[in-house]
């Protein structure tokens, strides 16, 4: 045994005496390094630090020159320093930077600082402008106003862009309202210059927010600053084109499955990310297309791939690839944000984002897990696996929410100036304020205003969404503008037949009529309650104010001289009930576009198409009544007390923006209404000849200020069963409908 121990011992030592001999050299050249050092060597280090590290070839040989991808190599001692000094003011909030008392007493209006004389301002920011001049929140008295615009351009903040505005801190220190910047809102798409593009805006902004493009999620202030897309000085300010989204082909998989198509950078910020671009082009279904052929210099710092690149990628057209594919590629450029974001929304084509980082557009209230595949720019090679695995029934779901999102946040700069103020108001009256499901299901947020409710129930198109139906009950609302002489009249014909109507839960006469209102023994006596109320200011758009008095969702709108029957009435209700976020009624028209005239026309001809249902006799949901009072700007509702007309055509446009689908027309029927002129009384203002003519003019202006033509036709028209069928009357349960 002893012996035996001997042995090993004497081995051991041998084999360190060889290991000294032979390797001795080696080992003395070796260095322990400091802790410094070693925290160097660190930082310098790319992650991921791979075993095989040395078998894994880097997509990009890098250039003595090419300082590569700054920001994945950036220590987080440096991250803090460069964020210190783009943000002192980091830690804001709404609480500790904002004046909110001072919104609470006088509420969210919006000012614009004069532009200024001196400097000039983009195309871009000009829409801004415009688009909040065109709210309801604008105000041009700086004391009434709680948020406070620059006129300064501050959109591009690229030193060496021609459009960079100098020696802006000297100037917004000369405001007497800045006060370090608390209660302002600063605009910017570009941030930054060459080469590493940081989020400086090259000026103090102190306690304001900023609607930036292109946030780093570290830079971004949550529920303080808000984040914006970035868009091209061509992005219309508003209406917008629709969404390329047509129809719901299934399977919902188009010709290429992955599409991208653009500038590669060879050095800088952003480099890594696309020079990689080329290693999932496979030329069949997946199409990732780079060119270095843009800049001054790009000859200068071409490399191998550079002739080979440029030359496919002019085998193919941008649009048609859009058009024709499934998903979009969106990498980061210079800065996060890209134009092939909103490109992709647009064109229904599903966004893969490859901008780590990157604070997604009005991410506080949209959630974009139902649209975008997000993925990471160091793992490329997984994306093409990645999307192939995504089934159809979630392919379809996202391009669906594609369109839905573009047409309701950002088909438009004033959308999404719009959002950005709706945003922010949210934030400084949180007790009236929307919950994500209103911002992320149809019609979108800026539709859902909270003041009048903020339980998604009580809205009309969330009904289905919650699995639920309308209370069957409604209320009657008579618009009355003649004098009450004769027991005849069809005001009264019409009260008695909404008396009888099993729905009818209360009738209300709204008394825009100059002669004094009629003592109450002067109308008919009826089961429910019948209040007659006196309109304030006469108008035509107050027969759609919401009076505190309509109890019931569903509101009955009616001329004075309506004729409609028991039967007509709880017909047209049993279909609103089914749709009740539209107009459902009687007396249909028309748009049509004179291409003669480059105008919208309108027509009352009995045609098989409609566009708009008349509110002289249809019923829509309450709510409506508010948006219109408090959605529209007050130059429309002006127009329409100035022509006392065109209010019910105003509606449809309204209510057809809210829904994208038509109003629905119930039971044929050519005439609904009663000649007052029988009755020995004053003609009514449809017999003005004028009237034809201002509903012309009504349609072009609505066009104008909603920026396209909201109302869409449809052929469809509901009757009730058996209607007009060769059988006996007693099998059918609306009897009188038939009756001439």
Not at 660 to 673: A, D, E, G, H, R
Request: glycine share 4%; proline share 5%.
């Amino acid at each position: 045994m002893q012996a035996r121990k001997k042995y090993i011992l004497t081995a051991f030592c041998a084999c360190w005496l060889l290991l000294f001999y032979f390797g001795g050299a080696q080992i003395r050249q070796l260095k322990v390094p400091s802790r410094r050092q070693s925290e160097e060597l660190a930082a310098a280090r790319r992650w991921p630090a791979w075993d095989d590290e040395a078998t894994l070839k880097s997509f990009v040989a890098r250039s003595a020159g090419d300082g590569g991808d700054v920001e994945l190599r950036e220590s987080p001692k440096i991250k803090r320093e460069n964020k210190a000094n783009v943000y002192k003011d980091s830690r804001c909030r709404m609480e500790t930077c904002f004046d909110l008392p001072l919104c609470e007493q006088r509420g969210f209006r919006v000012y614009i600082y004069p532009l200024s004389k001196t400097d000039k301002v983009s195309e871009s920011y000009q829409k801004i402008l415009s688009s909040i001049q065109g709210s309801r929140y604008y105000t041009p008295d700086p004391l009434q106003a709680c948020l406070f615009i620059m006129g300064i351009d501050t959109l591009d903040r690229d030193q060496l862009s021609l459009q960079y505005i100098h020696n802006v801190d000297a100037k917004i220190q000369s405001f007497p309202l800045w006060n370090n910047g608390r209660n302002h809102l600063i605009f910017n798409l570009y941030s930054g210059t060459w080469p590493d593009y940081t989020e400086d805006l090259g000026f103090d902004i102190g306690q304001a927010m900023v609607a930036k493009a292109s946030f780093y999620m570290e830079r971004y202030r949550p529920h303080f600053d808000v984040s914006i897309p970035l868009f091209s000085r061509e992005h219309p300010q508003k209406g917008g084109e629709k969404g390329w989204l047509l129809s719901n082909k299934v399977p919902p998989r188009r010709k290429y499955l992955l599409v991208f198509k653009g500038k590669r950078y060879l050095t800088g910020i952003g480099s890594d990310t696309r020079n990689a671009l080329h290693h999932i082009h496979n030329g069949k279904d997946i199409i990732s297309l780079t060119t270095c052929k843009h800049g001054k210099d790009w000859v200068k710092h071409k490399d191998d791939r550079c002739d080979r690149d440029n030359q496919e990628y002019e085998k193919y057209d941008y649009q048609e690839l859009l058009h024709n594919s499934t998903f979009c590629l969106v990498p980061r450029g210079r800065r996060l944000g890209s134009f092939r974001f909103l490109e992709s929304l647009q064109a229904a084509c599903i966004p893969v984002l490859l901008s780590n980082g990157w604070e997604l557009p009005f991410s506080d209230v949209i959630d974009w897990s139902k649209t975008v595949v997000v993925g990471d720019e160091r793992l490329l090679l997984q994306v093409p696996s990645t999307v192939r695995s995504i089934d159809n029934d979630k392919i379809l779901a996202f391009r669906q929410h594609t369109q839905f999102l573009w047409d309701a946040y950002f088909s438009s700069v004033e959308k999404i100036v719009s959002t950005t103020l709706e945003i922010i108001k949210d934030r400084i009256f949180t007790h009236v304020s929307r919950n994500k499901h209103m911002w992320n299901k149809l019609p979108g947020g800026l539709f859902v205003l909270p003041q009048y409710s903020t339980f998604v129930a009580d809205y009309p198109f969330y009904y289905l969404d919650m699995g639920l139906t309308p209370k069957k009950e409604f209320t009657a609302l008579i618009h009355a503008v003649s004098p009450l002489v004769s027991q005849s009249q069809p005001i009264i014909k019409l009260i008695l037949a909404l008396a009888k109507s099993k729905y009818c839960s209360q009738i209300i006469v709204l008394w825009n009529c100059d002669k004094p209102l009629v003592p109450k023994n002067k109308w008919p006596s009826t089961r429910m309650p019948l209040i007659v109320i006196k309109g304030g200011r006469k108008t035509m758009s107050s027969r759609f104010f919401p009076y505190d008095v309509i109890t019931t969702d569903a509101v009955l709108s009616l001329d004075e001289d309506t004729v409609l029957s028991t039967n007509e009435v709880d017909f047209a209700f049993t279909v609103w009930c089914s749709f009740p976020d539209r107009i459902v009624g009687y007396p249909a028209r028309s748009h049509f576009w004179d291409s003669n005239k480059g105008l919208w026309g309108y027509t009352s001809k009995w045609t098989n198409e409609y566009s708009m249902v008349l509110t002289g006799a249809a019923f829509y949901h309450r709510y409506y009544h508010y948006l219109f009072t408090n959605y529209l700007p007050a130059s429309l509702l002006a127009l329409i007390d100035q022509t006392a007309n065109c209010e019910d055509i105003l509606m449809n446009f309204l209510v057809s923006a809210v829904t994208k689908l038509p109003s629905i027309k119930v039971t044929q029927k050519k005439q609904y209404k009663e000649t007052l002129m029988q009755q020995g009384l004053k003609s009514t203002l449809w017999a003005n000849p004028d009237h034809f003519t201002q509903r012309q003019n009504c349609i072009n202006t609505f066009a104008s200020w909603f920026g396209a033509m909201p109302l869409v036709q449809s052929q469809l028209r509901l009757d009730p069963v058996l209607f007009k069928d060769q059988v006996s009357i007693l099998r059918k349960k609306y009897r009188d409908i038939e009756r001439p």
